[in-house]
T-cell receptor
Framework: KAGVTQTPRYLIKTRGQQVTLSCSPISGHRSVSWYQQTPGQGLQFLFEYFSETQRNKGNFPGRFSGRQFSNSRSEMNVSTLELGDSALYLC??????????????FGPGTRLTVL | EDQVTQSPEALRLQEGESSSLNCSYTVSGLRGLFWYRQDPGKGPEFLFTLYSAGEEKEKERLKATLTKKESFLHITAPKPEDSATYLCAVRGGGGNKLTFGTGTQLKVEL
């Protein structure tokens, strides 16, 4: 069974630009969560989607947004990039949102560098 | 607000030298404590889920245990390939949001 895939794996952008990252969950998984990982803050929750609806959101500014498609694939967008947005962006998938149990499986991440 | 604290931040062991990593947590309504392993430049790899105090899970040289306030990841006779950052996370409340600790960076030397 294929794991979580994320594209692109690496991105270099300049301040003020916007970026879109993509995530394809494990086949059959319907919930997708996004996390930002930096050396200083560790893994921080961004948001999660289930059935094309945002179910939960972390403490990030509105420049960070996302969406989920009917096939469960998800994208996240960061507008007006800042130097501090440089990070590893991780996507995780799980079977369902309301199950209360079950694991999240992570993709390899997208390394975003903002110059 | 859910909180997770891991200790030590870094740990250096000799091959075969057993030890334990600690994860202390506060959460409203625990719906799972998770252990992940992360290698440099890669996404976290799932290891264990624990749901209730007293539960234990084992996989090869790793054993995870859970109490009402903390979890331990015991590493028995580690090998160099066990070198990685080990992350602890909790899920509480609604949805699938995980709150992570900052991890323990483990290095096992020959």
């Amino acid at each position: 069974k294929a794991g979580v895939t994320q594209t692109p794996r690496y991105l270099i952008k300049t301040r003020g630009q916007q970026v879109t990252l993509s995530c394809s969950p494990i086949s059959g998984h319907r919930s997708v969560s996004w996390y930002q990982q930096t050396p200083g803050q560790g893994l921080q929750f961004l948001f999660e989607y289930f059935s094309e609806t945002q179910r939960n959101k972390g403490n990030f500014p509105g420049r960070f947004s996302g969406r989920q498609f009917s096939n469960s694939r998800s994208e996240m967008n960061v507008s007006t990039l800042e130097l501090g947005d440089s990070a590893l962006y991780l996507c995780a998938s799980s079977l369902a949102w309301t199950s209360g149990y079950g694991e999240q499986f992570f993709g390899p991440g997208t390394r975003l560098t903002v110059l | 607000e859910d909180q997770v604290t891991q200790s030590p931040e870094a740990l250096r062991l000799q091959e075969g030298e057993s030890s334990s990593l600690n994860c202390s947590y506060t959460v409203s309504g625990l719906r799972g404590l998770f252990w992940y392993r992360q290698d440099p430049g890669k996404g976290p790899e799932f290891l264990f889920t624990l749901y209730s105090a007293g539960e234990e899970k084992e996989k090869e040289r790793l054993k995870a245990t859970l109490t009402k306030k903390e979890s331990f990841l015991h590493i028995t006779a580690p090998k160099p390939e066990d070198s990685a950052t080990y992350l602890c996370a909790v899920r509480g409340g609604g949805g699938n949001k995980l709150t992570f600790g900052t991890g323990t960076q483990l290095k096992v030397e020959l």
